[in-house]
T-cell receptor
Framework: GQQLNQSPQSMFIQEGEDVSMNCTSS?????WLWYKQDPGEGPVLLIA?????ELTSNGRLTAQFGITRKDSFLNISASIPSDVGIYFC?????????FGAGTRLTVKP | DGGITQSPKYLFRKEGQNVTLSCEQN?????MYWYRQDPGQGLRLIYY???????QKGDIAEGYSVSREKKESFPLTVTSAQKNPTAFYLC??????????????FGSGTRLTVV
């Protein structure tokens, strides 16, 4: 099945910097989700988006559901060391949920 | 606390052996899923079940089998037919809402290694 195109694959940033990552798809989704995964653990939901154009924040995280319903981005402001991990986007349409390959974030103190 | 419990956390399999990974949830969720995760790749769907006694193949079902005899439980068996089973396996569940779904709740995963 088709997976989402998530970029960048990895990021190395300094503590305090802002981060941006995005996902695109050739298919339309009704819901976009962003997850964070710590090593050896399951992904944890960060933000869920349900409407095209929707912009949602969760603390230092902001995500948007693209107007075309084929893309989404996640921003993290003022990064801190505990932001380290792999961030996954997911698009859902009915019973079909597809995941990006993940963005591996490293934050240097 | 409600959640999904996967066990064991680490599992070692010999060549030609079948092994079963456990997934139990107390969230009263209807749908349950099994995903495989390999380094540098997204999650790939193995099997899913929307109701008890019913399940469907995902994108990479070959070499795997499942059962759904109870709403709370969705075990995955990795059979000897799966030629490259070393991976991180994630179980997830989702509640069905009239307004839509609300994303997956994931277990903490099982790392399977062939020795």
């Amino acid at each position: 099945g088709q997976q989402l195109n998530q970029s960048p694959q990895s990021m190395f940033i300094q503590e305090g910097e802002d981060v941006s990552m995005n996902c695109t798809s050739s298919s339309i989704f009704n819901t976009w989700l962003w997850y964070k995964q710590d090593p050896g653990e399951g992904p944890v939901l960060l933000i869920a988006l349900y409407k095209a154009g929707e912009l949602t924040s969760n603390g230092r995280l902001t995500a948007q559901f693209g107007i075309t319903r084929k893309d989404s981005f996640l921003n993290i402001s003022a990064s801190i060391p505990s932001d380290v991990g792999i961030y996954f986007c997911a698009g859902q349409a009915g019973d079909d949920m597809r995941f990006g390959a993940g963005t591996r974030l490293t934050v240097k103190p | 606390d409600g959640g999904i419990t996967q066990s064991p956390k680490y599992l070692f399999r010999k060549e030609g052996q079948n092994v079963t990974l456990s997934c139990e949830q107390n969230l009263n969720h209807d749908a349950m899923y099994w995903y495989r995760q390999d380094p540098g790749q997204g999650l790939r769907l193995i099997y899913y079940s929307q109701i008890v006694n019913d399940f469907q193949k995902g994108d990479i079902a070959e070499g795997y089998s499942v059962s759904r005899e109870k709403k709370e439980s969705f075990p995955l068996t990795v059979t000897s037919a799966q030629k490259n089973p070393t991976a991180f396996y994630l179980c997830a569940s989702i509640a069905r809402g009239t307004g839509g779904d609300y994303g997956y709740t994931f277990g903490s995963g099982t790392r399977l290694t062939v020795v």
